[in-house]
């Protein structure tokens, strides 16, 4: 397995872990959406995988890439896993460029500082892969600055950084959350494109379930730092197991849809919220006392797994 996650709990302080008891995998050449509200710890999942922990956390559980275990390699193998073997593209492309360099500096240094790539090698793999993201006249992007770019210009040059190394796998956090629909559109298609053609694994983080259920192969559904539901993203879409994933469904329609809009009840829990039972049982429509008692255990379900006493039943 290319990235395997095995009941990774991250405690940094607060009433509840920030994950408590997280698995997940993805294979070479899937694609594995991550999907929750704000502040349910999808963040803390991707950077867990480059081994980026909150400061004073206590940690327990596995992350392994291609079998190495991550949370206790050497500096020399992290290194290695964070310069060529797992790359991340996150949110707003401005945050990872230096608006006083130009892109074509921004693209070489990295090769030349963390590959060892010589400086003219360097160069014409720059052009390689802007070329591959779908830029045209890659020769004078190389010169321009940051701001000379749009968003969806910048999240291409991003990507294109992204895959200078090779890498195995992607975590895509939040990636094509910040653009404009029809730029979304282009970058998830040549995510899409670029993960096919390089057998990438991918772990795309999304808020947005029907983005997910689109997008994934498989999908997890994270509540409260806990995995709530994880399905094949059909069998998702199409029969949510889980009361939160039908309830993340029935608050965002889609054109055409006769049913009404129903919101969940109530707001995201913080970490200051703590629970004996069951993370989602205060905003549960079909939530009984028992739900309070005990955290529920995943319970097989139609292709994967439903964290949730009633599906029990
Ligand atoms: N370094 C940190 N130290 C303490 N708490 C953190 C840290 N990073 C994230 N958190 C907390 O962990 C929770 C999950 O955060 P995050 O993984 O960023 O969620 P998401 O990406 O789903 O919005 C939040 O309550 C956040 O405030
Ligand atoms: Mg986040």
Redesign the pocket.
Known sequence: MLLSVEGLTIEAGGRRPILREVSLSVGRGEIVGLVGE?GSG??TIARSVLRLLPAGARVSGRVAVEGEDVLTMGQGALRDLRASKVSMVYQDPRSSLNPVRRIGDFLTERMVRTLGRPKAEARTRALELLDAVGMRDPGARLRQYPHELSGGMLQRVVIAAALAADPALLLA??ATSALDVTTQAETLALLRRVQAERELGMLF?THDLHLAAAFCDRVHVLYAGTVVESRPAKELFADPRHPYTAGLLACTPELGDPRPIRPIPGRPPSLDDAFTGCPFAPRCPEATAACEEEPPRPVAVSGGTAACRLVEA
């Open positions: 704000s999808k963040s956090d939040e983080i």
